[in-house]
């Protein structure tokens, strides 16, 4: 086997534990989140999941209000 190359760096596979979203960390590290979840949990942006249904969503120049909050069964 060849020897691995000192200035290499070494990734390897982590799930996000909190949106569980896959994405790669460096090895040995203790991340725990993904660069998205970090931003959001540092307080340094909102959370797309809790916006304010009553401001709306502009589509195609018309505010449409949304009605529903969570997914459910069908």
């Known amino acids: ?15 996000c534990e909190r949106c569980g979203a896959l994405w790669l960390r460096v090895a ?14 540092a307080g340094l942006a909102r959370d797309p999941r809790f916006r304010d ?12 209000i949304m009605f529903w909050s969570e997914g459910g069964n069908a």
Not at 2 to 13: G, K, P, R
């Open 1 to 15: 086997m060849e020897t691995l190359d000192s200035n290499a760096i070494q990734l390897e596979l982590k799930y």
């Open 28 to 41: 040995n590290s203790d991340l725990i989140f993904c660069a998205h979840c970090s931003v959001i949990l």
């Open 53 to 64: 249904p009553s401001r709306g969503a502009n589509v195609g120049g018309k505010t449409q």
